[in-house]
């Protein structure tokens, strides 16, 4: 997975489950210490570096947050690139996630080089997946790992119309090789396994959210962003470098299974008919199904990226950093908060009358999940006592992967 | 991850070289303490377990490379380095502080002696490649010193400099195929300053533009203040 963690799980003689807890091995960065008294223009540029997964959608939050906090309304045409951008970014790092860190679990390899030799045609397929997206996010962002073309108030660099051509000449093909790895996933055999729990995601009317709306959730949960950010409940326990998360007291889940158990009507229908024929019924609560979950979405934000590709193309008069809003400089807060590969990413800013950071907050989807993770494991571990210790060892860390945990993103 | 991300490429430097060990790729436990050829190394020691681990792997490799930014400086964690360290760890872990291990951050130079440095952040995947390919061919490396703007001027880039942008291009070393400015964003200096740099020169020019503060908050981004200010004065 991302990142270096250990399990230490502790059941005693009567199968009860003393102690089900993930430690992360990453040591702390301070990111949210060293930002403070730093220009607001520094927050996208140093938060990318927390993760080299997900750099693209630290950098797109932190944005969102200071053109909150400055009471900058972006552009349509910039909105669009953002999302275009965000979409990439989840494919991105879903076929990475899926592929090369969760499949061996499901195929029994511990190396990724020796399932690529026995799964030569699926690995081609999921290296050329990531390849359109890397290559789009070259050409719109002006580099892959650590975006630099965006800014608040619009780029500092537009791309050019015949690259954006090119790589949707490309987009049907790529769309067509997600739906033969959707499937492929889709024929796993997944762990039984289910405990109910609250799914929250971001929920947008006629859309499959994910680059803004409301907080939404399995429970009835309707709230804006702002509110739901500042009042989640983060712990700090010592010896544990990831602050877990609670909402209303509770452990939650974010990420592709909450989303695609709560947005799934929203689906674009390539997408849909893969969860369809999947037949798994809705709500679900099988963890490892957040896996077949990506899977889904590598075909809805492929399908996503080739929507907004065309969008840019058909409104390019308006890529034109002339056409930028100039805005002033002034105190403020903002509350940013995206659907990030691996659940809902917030960064929240206040900003002195100088644009300088006095406060400033991240919570990551992982620091979100852990504690919902931890009571899986939980009521998870009993189940294995039936498996030898090798197989059990395999079916936690199987677990622990199926959440996709980005431990770089949760120490941060 | 920018090495991962060459893809096809990655497959095929592995008709040449074995990888033993990637820990984002395998997870196979170490049967017993292995030797390296070539150890590249990212990251900048957090954690006491670090400072034992690279003084572990100095011994059983032959050839140590700096791989990035965060090994070779610290990157933009060496901002903790600027600021009240003890305000800052107080900030994020206001109940669990006294717990936490807060060191100054440095290179991992500070620790053990270094063969190579692949500078910038992310590192430019291909001359990890052109690293590979040359030890390969004549068991030896050299990359030419020269600056970004050398670069910009290969591929035609209007100077931001001219255009009264803070751009740190003269002094930083090229490799990167300026690829900050391309997007039209200003050279930070993620590669740190070339041995032989103007600095003095530069600082006159940027003073033109921006105030001192300013000129201080572009050094500090990603940890170069000190390394710049030491090429014009080697005894500061």
């Known amino acids: 997975m991302e990142g270096h963690a250990s399990f230490v799980g502790d059941?005693?003689?009567?199968?009860?489950?003393?102690?089900?807890?993930?430690?992360?091995?990453?040591?702390?960065?301070?990111?949210?210490?060293?930002?403070?008294?730093?220009?607001?223009?520094?927050?996208?540029?140093?938060?990318?570096?927390?993760?080299?997964?997900?750099?693209?959608?630290?950098?797109?939050?932190?944005?969102?947050?200071?053109?909150?906090?400055?009471?900058?309304?972006?552009?349509?045409?910039?909105?669009?690139?953002?999302?275009?951008?965000?979409?990439?970014?989840?494919?991105?790092?879903?076929?990475?996630?899926?592929?090369?860190?969760?499949?061996?679990?499901?195929?029994?390899?511990?190396?990724d080089l020796k399932m690529a030799g026995k799964y030569p045609q699926e690995t081609q397929i999921a290296i050329a997946i990531r390849q359109w997206a890397i290559d789009l996010q070259q050409i719109v962002?002006?580099?892959?790992?650590?975006?630099?073309?965006?800014?608040?108030?619009?780029?500092?660099?537009?791309?050019?119309?015949?690259?954006?051509?090119?790589?949707?000449?490309?987009?049907?093909?790529?769309?067509?090789?997600?739906?033969?790895?959707?499937?492929?996933?889709?024929k796993l055999e997944y762990p039984k396994f289910s405990r109910e729990t609250e799914f929250i995601a971001l929920g947008k009317k006629n859309e499959y959210a994910f680059y803004d709306g409301n907080l939404i959730s399995n429970k009835k949960l309707n709230i804006s962003e702002e509110k739901f950010y500042h009042h989640i409940e983060?712990?700090?326990?010592?010896?544990?470098?990831?602050?877990r998360t609670h909402w209303q007291g509770n452990p939650y889940f974010v990420g592709a299974l909450a989303r695609i158990n709560l947005n799934h009507q929203q689906l674009h229908a390539e997408a849909k008919n893969i969860l369809n024929h999947a037949k798994i019924k809705l709500p679900n609560f099988n963890t490892f199904y957040n896996v077949l979950a990506q899977a889904i979405e590598l075909v809805h934000f492929?399908?996503?990226?080739?929507?907004?590709?065309?969008?840019?193309?058909?409104?390019?008069?308006?890529?034109?950093?002339?056409?930028?809003?100039?805005?002033?400089?002034?105190?403020?807060?903002?509350?940013g908060a995206i659907e990030a590969p691996r659940g809902t990413l917030f960064h929240y800013y206040e900003l002195d009358k100088n644009g300088y950071i006095i406060d400033c907050n991240i919570i990551t989807p992982t620091a979100q999940f852990l504690a919902n993770l931890e009571a899986d494991l939980k009521v998870h571990l009993p189940?294995?006592?039936?498996?030898?210790?090798?197989?059990?060892?395999?079916?936690?860390?199987?677990?622990?992967?199926?959440?996709?945990?980005?431990?770089?993103?949760?120490?941060h | 991850m920018a090495i991962i991300d060459l893809g096809q490429q990655l497959l095929g430097l592995l008709d040449y070289i074995e990888i033993s060990k990637h820990r984002l790729i395998e997870e196979k436990k170490e049967k017993k303490k292995q030797n390296y050829d070539i150890c590249f190394i990212e990251g900048s020691p957090l954690y006491k377990d670090n400072i034992e681990a690279l003084k572990d792997l100095r011994q059983r490799s032959k050839v140590i490379v700096v791989l990035g930014g965060c090994a070779d400086s610290g990157c933009v964690y060496a901002l903790k380095n600027y600021t009240n360290k003890e305000k800052a760890v107080k900030k994020v872990y206001?109940?669990?502080?006294?717990?936490?291990?807060?060191?100054?951050?440095?290179?991992?130079?500070?620790?053990?002696?270094?063969?190579?440095?692949?500078?910038?952040?992310?590192?430019?995947?291909?001359?990890?490649?052109?690293?590979?390919?040359?030890?390969?061919?004549?068991?030896?490396?050299?990359?030419?010193?020269?600056?970004?703007?050398?670069?910009?001027?290969?591929?035609?880039?209007?100077?931001?400099?001219?255009?009264?942008?803070?751009?740190?291009?003269?002094?930083?070393?090229?490799?990167?195929?300026?690829?900050?400015?391309?997007?039209?964003?200003?050279?930070?200096?993620c590669r740190g300053p070339?041995?032989?740099?103007?600095?003095?020169?530069l600082e006159k020019k940027l003073k033109e533009l921006i105030p001192q503060k300013k000129i201080d908050e572009i050094l500090e981004i990603f940890g170069e203040k000190e390394n710049i200010k030491k090429i014009n004065n080697p005894l500061a």
């Not at chain 1, 008294?37 to 932190?62: D, F, M, N, Q, W």
């Not at chain 1, 490309?170 to 996933?185: E, G």
């Not at chain 1, 983060?234 to 602050?243: A, G, M, Q």
């Open chain 2, 94 to 189: 206001p109940h669990s502080h006294a717990t936490v291990f807060n060191p100054v951050v440095a290179g991992i130079s500070a620790i053990i002696p270094i063969d190579f440095i692949l500078p910038g952040c992310p590192i430019t995947a291909a001359e990890f490649v052109d690293f590979v390919s040359q030890v390969l061919a004549k068991n030896s490396y050299q990359r030419s010193a020269r600056p970004i703007c050398y670069e910009c001027q290969m591929k035609k880039i209007p100077c931001l400099l001219q255009q009264g942008l803070p751009c740190l291009g003269p002094v930083m070393q090229g490799g990167c195929d300026a690829v900050c400015p391309s997007a039209g964003m200003p050279c930070q200096g």
């Open chain 1, 141 to 186: 962002a002006g580099r892959t790992i650590h975006p630099l073309s965006m800014e608040e108030g619009g780029m500092k660099k537009y791309p050019a119309k015949k690259e954006l051509q090119v790589l949707l000449s490309r987009a049907d093909d790529v769309i067509a090789k997600t739906i033969i790895l959707a499937n492929f996933f889709a």
């Open chain 2, 194 to 201: 070339l041995p032989d740099a103007e600095w003095s020169n």
């Open chain 1, 11 to 111: 059941i005693i003689s009567t199968g009860h489950v003393q102690q089900a807890c993930v430690q992360t091995e990453e040591g702390s960065r301070l990111i949210e210490g060293i930002l403070i008294g730093r220009h607001y223009s520094e927050a996208k540029t140093v938060t990318s570096r927390i993760c080299g997964v997900c750099p693209v959608v630290h950098y797109l939050t932190a944005m969102q947050a200071m053109e909150r906090a400055l009471n900058i309304t972006p552009r349509e045409i910039d909105l669009i690139i953002r999302k275009l951008l965000e979409a990439s970014q989840i494919i991105y790092s879903h076929a990475l996630h899926m592929f090369f860190l969760s499949l061996p679990d499901f195929l029994n390899f511990d190396d």
């Open chain 1, 383 to 411: 189940d294995t006592l039936k498996l030898s210790k090798a197989e059990r060892e395999r079916r936690i860390k199987q677990l622990i992967r199926a959440y996709d945990p980005c431990i770089s993103c949760a120490t």
């Open chain 1, 302 to 335: 492929a399908c996503e990226m080739k929507k907004q590709l065309k969008n840019i193309i058909a409104n390019y008069k308006e890529c034109d950093i002339k056409k930028n809003i100039k805005f002033k400089i002034k105190a403020g807060q903002g509350v």
């Open chain 1, 234 to 243: 983060e712990i700090d326990r010592p010896y544990n470098l990831v602050k």
